[in-house]
């Protein structure tokens, strides 16, 4: 078990300096995200139309398809890190680590921010940078390589989309609000809203994504057939 | 070997894991029978493998799919049931992908099943039952009892203080009545149904009148006036009006109690104040007060008077039913609560319909309000009885 796992040293104070919000601990899903109105334009519609749910799904490969599919998972564990300078997110989902810079559009680095625990890079994720406005933390994405927001349903992001993560906390509620601005698929700005709780927890298993797609599996009833 | 489908839509959908399980299976239940070649118990997807071999003796191998491995380690499912080797059937929803499916049910050769959901409720009733022993526990021992934090329907949360009162039979008595609560026109409590709340009255709950307690026999109890019937009959199960509902109560029962609701106060819930009987600890019964089936009765019963007085015939405080709640009203709810949990009033019950405006606290401290000074509680209903009042007396032994 403890091979396993990563034992995260997690903020025990009980409010972050100035106002900003103690994102200490771990958090999961705890309900259904709810979306503004989506208005796609014509290319996302073709992109969409294109989409089949069982070939270009990115988690067939134990890849991330957006940041917001990777907030979207429920029973996956999240955890932030604050420092002076950063804020570093660790999601259990795909074993996902997220580095934030703090500052204005300068500190954002040109690699992605996010990268996997074996160090693998996630372009999908894109590249970020972040500040505090008042009691809430606020991220900016950019720089994202085409993706899906909502693999289901075959909603794209391109390399024109620019995410606000708006995060900040209502009680035991973690509230991330996530608008995605993309003129090119999008006629005004997409919202999706996601509530999380604190759990009590302490530490974030590795998720150990493997087999996602279904080609070890095809191969048995190939050589089935094969072998007639 | 057979291979089948059953064609049934599934109403019922799963959250969406690793990938969308709408997305990626269809409505269609199917079922297939095999030999369990491998269990995988994984991320993203925990599956079986099967080999299912057709009338014509052609082997094919059938993936059937789970959650994820880090959604059934939260519910505690594991996989150790599913033994390489094992003949089973599988049910569940067609996947779009050939020869793979959405898990429902396996049933093995000897008739068991196993379902992720049916492992998961298993597991979250025995946690369930864990907490409730050793909330009784903490009950009868003065111990502050842990909130009880699951999410549940209170139909539910009802039919597990069934369980608690099953576990707190053997100290404190078998069932002798019920008793419910806010259904006054004061203000509700955050732990109550805003419907109203019942429990259970055991009869090692139950104290004579006059009986004299010692302020260590609570930990955070209060003196509270009640009101109560007792069940002269079945027919109060079936009655519609309220004279029909009188003819099924026999007497008048003068009714004052000590509850003890010692739950850690960050983590009491609706559901915990249900499942933990309402901290019911002590019942005080007077001599009963024998009605009958009348408007006259009717009148009585929601416009009599009452007082509770000290060991000096001091009026600690007075009231009247006149605008606080109607009794038979009450009992009527209580009636149709136990009804939609299967039970029936018997003869012989006690039903205590809630406080009638009058709580002392026993212990200092309380944010409930001052400690009661005074030696007793007498409480007396006037104009039920013809030759004075009735009566029901807590002593306090101090």
Known sequence: MIKTCFFLLLMSSGSAANGQPDLSGIWMLSGRAAESELVMTEKALAIQAEYDLLVDDPSLYCEPASTSRVWANPNVRVAFDQADDHVHISYEFYDLRRMVPLGDESVMPDSPSTKNVDGTYFAKMGSSFGRY???????????????????????????????????????????????????????????????????????????????????????????????? | MRQFLALILMLSSSANAHHSTVANFTQEIITVDGVIEQVRYKNPHASVLIKNTGDNGKEIFWLIEMGAKTTLERQG??????????????????????????????????????????????????????????????????????????????????????????????????????????????????????????????????????????????????????????????SINDAETDLEILAGLDAIIPFAEVPDPYYDPDTRTINGTIVANMGT??????????????????????????????????????????????????????????????????????????????????????????????????????????????????????
């Open chain 2, 77 to 234: 499912v594991t996989l150790d049931r599913l033994a390489v080797g094992s003949e089973i059937t599988a049910s569940g929803q067609k996947g779009r992908r050939q020869y793979t499916m959405y898990l429902q049910e396996i049933v093995f050769e000897d008739g068991s099943v196993f379902s992720p959901e049916g492992e998961a409720a298993d597991v979250r009733d025995k946690q369930i039952r864990a907490e409730l022993v050793q909330m009784a526990d903490d009950f009868v021992s003065f111990r502050m009892m842990q909130g009880f934090e699951h999410e549940m329907p209170l139909a539910e949360a009802y039919r597990w203080q069934d369980e608690m009162v099953e576990i707190m039979e053997p100290a404190m008595g078998a069932v002798v009545g019920y008793k419910t609560g806010g259904h006054d026109p004061g203000p509700g409590f955050a732990t109550f149904p805003p419907e109203g709340i019942r429990a259970y009255i055991l009869a090692g709950m139950l104290r004579d009148d006059g009986a004299a307690i010692k302020i260590e026999d609570s930990v955070v109890g209060f003196l509270e006036a009640d009101f109560a019937f007792r069940v002269g009959n079945a």
């Open chain 2, 281 to 398: 600890r002590m019942s005080f019964t007077g001599a009963p007060v024998m009605i009958e089936p009348t408007a006259e009765w009717l009148q009585r019963i929601n416009t009599f008077k009452f007082a509770v007085l000290d060991e000096n015939d001091k009026v600690i405080q007075s009231g009247t039913m006149d605008g606080w709640y109607e009794p038979i009203t009450v009992v009527r709810w209580l009636r149709d609560q136990l009804r939609e949990s299967g039970k029936e009033l018997l003869p012989g019950q006690l039903l205590s319909l809630g406080n009638v405006g009058i709580i002392r606290q026993i212990h200092e401290g309380s944010p409930r309000g001052p400690a009661y000074e005074s030696n007793q509680f007498r409480l007396e209903y006037y104009g039920l009885r013809e030759d004075g009042p009735a009566t029901v007396t807590i002593n306090i032994d101090r």
């Open chain 1, 133 to 228: 406005e008042g009691d809430r933390l606020i991220i900016e994405t950019r720089n994202h390589e085409p993706g899906y927001i909502r693999t289901s349903r075959g909603i794209p992001q391109s390399t024109d989309t620019v995410t606000i993560e708006e995060i900040w906390l209502d009680g035991d509620t973690l509230n991330v609000r996530q608008t995605y601005i993309d003129d090119t698929l999008f006629a005004s700005p997409f919202v999706i809203d996601y509530p999380f709780k604190r759990i009590d927890e302490t530490e974030m298993p590795l998720y150990e994504c493997s087999d996602a797609d279904y080609d070890w599996f095809n191969k048995l009833n190939q050589t089935e057939d094969e072998s007639e």
